[in-house]
């Protein structure tokens, strides 16, 4: 396609996913932006515990490159009352996606990130000319756990 992104947006949980995001980015030089949103709270925890693993794949894989905590950007605007609690944006969210894209977000991890998204949108800090990927991490199954929250008939 020829299309090189400037942002990725992912879930940032216990950090596993951040922390191999981080390396391989650093790893191949990615000219991309990766863009965390917390799920849940426990920082400056949850950055040392990324920083960690990062490192420890680098070591495996032989790699030279190392991570440190400056490399790990977690957005923590949009967890919200808690883990597994749904915001208003990820609510909306989980809508919107289906509704227009045919796309099922869980408000545990993938809706919040998606609001985050989408909120980074609405405030004009992401320019419209931006490739942006979202990395749908799954999660969908959850969707059936908050069927009265989601107005969803049960």
């Known amino acids: 396609m020829r299309v090189v992104p ?4 992912y879930a940032a949980g216990s950090r596993g996913t951040q922390a ?5 980015a650093k790893i191949h030089n990615a000219a991309y932006q990766l863009c965390g949103v917390a799920v ?19 070591a495996i894989l032989g790699a030279a490159a190392r991570v440190s905590p400056a490399d790990i950007v977690t957005d ?7 883990y597994a609690i749904p915001t208003p944006g990820c609510l909306e969210a989980i809508h919107l996606l289906a509704r227009h894209e045919g796309i099922f977000l869980d408000p545990v991890y993938t809706a919040k990130v998606m609001a985050g998204l989408i909120d ?11 490739t942006v990927v979202f990395l749908h991490t799954g999660g969908t199954p959850a969707l059936f756990a908050y069927a009265g929250q989601l107005g969803l008939p049960r």
């Open 6 to 9: 400037s942002r990725l947006y």
């Open 20 to 24: 191999g995001l981080s390396l391989g």
């Open 40 to 58: 849940s709270g426990g920082e400056p925890e949850k950055t040392a515990r990324a920083v960690r693993l990062a490192n420890e794949g680098a």
């Open 76 to 82: 923590q605007n949009y967890i919200g009352p808690g």
């Open 120 to 130: 980074h949108i609405r405030r004009g800090d992401i320019d419209p000319g931006e």
